[in-house]
Nanobody, 122 residues
Framework: QLQASGGGLVQAGGSLRLSCAAS????????TGWFRQVPGKEREFVAWVGRSGSMSNYADSVKGRFTISRDNAKSTVSLQMNSLKPEDTAVYYC?????????????????WGQGTLVTVSS
C-alpha cells in the first residue's frame, strides 16, 4: 500500500514537497510515478522515476518546475514542486509499477496511493 502526503494550500509561485511511502513492501524494486486529477477530468501523468533514481521523465506541463527523486534507503519517493501555478491544483497520486515501458500511462501501474490534495491560489 502506498501513502502520499505533503499536500496543502500554497500561493502561486510557492513550493510544496510531496512524499510517497510504501507500507508492507519496499519501493526500491518499482518504478514510481506521480499522477494528478482534477474533478471531472481524467487522471494525468506528472512524472516517474526509475528504480535506481538515475532515470526520470516529466509531463511537459511541469518540466523545469517539478523534480522527482527517491531515497531507496528510506523507501520513499518525493515530488518537489516549485513555481506552482493555479492550474497545478489537483489531487496528486503516487503509483508504483513492476513494468519498464509506457511509464506515463495509468494502466502500467499496479499499486496506487490514496492521493493528497494540492491547492494553488492565485
Amino acid at each position: 500500500q502506498l501513502q502520499a502526503s505533503g499536500g496543502g494550500l500554497v500561493q502561486a509561485g510557492g513550493s510544496l514537497r510531496l512524499s510517497c511511502a510504501a507500507s508492507g513492501r519496499t519501493l526500491s524494486g518499482y518504478v514510481t510515478g506521480w499522477f494528478r486529477q482534477v474533478p471531472g477530468k481524467e487522471r494525468e501523468f506528472v512524472a516517474w522515476v526509475g528504480r535506481s533514481g538515475s532515470m526520470s521523465n516529466y509531463a511537459d506541463s511541469v518540466k523545469g518546475r517539478f523534480t522527482i527523486s527517491r531515497d531507496n534507503a528510506k523507501s520513499t519517493v518525493s515530488l518537489q514542486m516549485n513555481s506552482l501555478k493555479p492550474e497545478d491544483t489537483a489531487v496528486y497520486y503516487c503509483a508504483a509499477t513492476t513494468g519498464a515501458t509506457r511509464l506515463s500511462l495509468l494502466q502500467t501501474y499496479n499499486y496506487w496511493g490514496q492521493g493528497t490534495l494540492v491547492t494553488v491560489s492565485s
